[in-house]
């Protein structure tokens, strides 16, 4: 019977969520796997496990559960070890690596925080400022909107315009942001979003990093910022490789080999 | 134990959207090579698809059409009884709810995906709406 894996934590730990329902229909009954100093989070893997909207929230859910009462290394989804053993002989075998890692993130939750433009605001922003799109914009309408091509013409130019703001915006988010949390992880780029970052903030001081969040919805307002969290720390269970320069970070990203 | 996922994933952060949650979930926390992981095909096809692609011809005609709709608000110099101007802001007005729609709480992951896919497609086809078809086809053309 393989085992699904939800996190790692101490196993000291003061409340693992033991018996809470994780992955599967019906939900599989959470169990908990000592090994020495550590601990697995795990449940049965339901056969033909997919990432199904209900999974990935058990998943989520297990973890929250288990990161409020004190520090747990998130698993990405969908983890399954072929039995128990297999888990504890890791377990063992990294022991000093995953003991590391939860000091290193202990009382820390991550927040991610994603920006996008109001495209109105953007526009309006980059027809101000640019002559040359103003011209061809006002060119194409006394033509009748402009011929096929003069309409690409013009849209390469705002998605040019549009591209640059996004990269200064994403700049100016950075500062006002990066400076109030300890660490930061920048997700992976998309044309979702102009800004994909998490955040690692002290679970003591989130006022702090929520109310800078707050002030750059203030000052920025042609963005839309959104903010999850309290997670898990998914983005900073490794030690990040190419952290930002800048990031004053004491022991999150370094030692653990 | 009882357990309210979607309260839970919210935090005290504010609105949240499911789908920021879930990437997070899918593409980062720690990976045991000793562990194999489940398929994660499907989703990364639903990833995708809702990441709509700015360099392409579709965007740029939105933006051309959405500057000339900025100019005519600001200052309208045309005859502001044309009937496609009418049509165009009320698409408009329409295509501001469902952003804020798509930004709240998401309900389901599904709802999610749908939504951004329907954003989408609007967002293509509210200037013209008859080439909402042919949009719609080269979009999915694109992505098989």
Not at chain 1, 36 to 50: F, I, K, W
Not at chain 1, 208 to 221: C, G, I, S, T
Not at chain 2, 70 to 75: I, P, V
Not at chain 2, 115 to 137: F, H, L, M
């Amino acid at each position: 019977m393989s085992t699904y894996v939800y996190g790692i934590a101490a196993s000291s730990h003061p409340a693992l969520p033991e018996g809470m329902g994780g992955v599967g229909d019906p939900p599989r009954p959470v169990r908990i796997l000592r090994e020495g100093e550590l601990a697995a989070v795990v449940s049965e893997a339901p056969e033909g496990l997919r990432p199904k909207r209900r999974d990935l929230l058990a998943h989520q859910s297990v973890l929250s559960e288990a990161g409020a009462a004190g520090s747990v290394l998130p698993m990405r989804f969908g983890s399954v070890a072929p039995d128990d053993n297999s888990i504890t002989g890791v377990l063992a075998e990294r022991a000093e690596h995953y003991k590391e890692r939860l000091r290193a993130l202990e009382g820390r939750v991550e927040y991610n925080v994603k920006a996008n433009h109001v495209e109105e605001a953007v526009l309006h922003q980059v027809m101000a400022q640019s002559p040359d799109i103003r011209g061809l914009a006002e060119a194409n309408r006394e033509s009748g909107g402009g011929s096929y091509d003069d309409k690409i013409r013009l849209g390469e130019m705002v998605a040019a315009a549009v591209k640059a703001r996004e990269a200064d915006d994403a700049t100016a988010l950075r500062g006002a942001l990066d400076s109030a949390a300890e660490d930061v992880s920048v997700g992976p780029e998309s044309t979702g979003w102009l800004a994909n970052v998490s955040y690692l903030v002290d679970r003591e001081s989130a006022e702090n990093f929520l109310a800078a969040v707050e002030q750059a919805r203030k000052d920025m307002p042609h963005l839309e910022v959104r903010i999850n969290g309290p997670l898990p720390p998914y983005s900073f269970v490794e030690p990040g490789p190419a952290e930002p320069a800048g990031t004053v970070v004491s022991g999150t990203d370094t030692g653990a080999g | 134990m009882t357990v309210v996922p979607a309260q839970q994933t919210g935090g005290g952060g504010g609105s949240s959207g499911l789908y920021d949650v879930l990437e997070l979930v899918l593409d980062r926390g720690l990976v045991i090579d000793a562990f194999v992981r489940v398929s994660l095909v499907g989703i990364e096809i639903l990833k995708i698809d809702v990441r709509v692609v700015v360099a392409s011809v579709d965007t740029y005609l939105r933006f051309a059409e959405a500057c000339n709709r900025l100019d005519l608000e600001a200052g309208p110099r045309k005859d502001p009884g044309l009937p496609d101007l009418v049509g165009e802001m009320t698409e408009s007005g329409a295509r501001g709810k469902s952003k804020g729609a798509l930004s709240g709480a998401a309900e389901t992951i599904s709802d999610a995906f749908k939504q951004a896919r329907d954003e989408g497609s609007e967002r293509q086809g509210e200037s013209r709406p008859r080439a909402r078809k042919s949009t719609s086809a080269r979009r999915k053309e694109e992505q098989e």
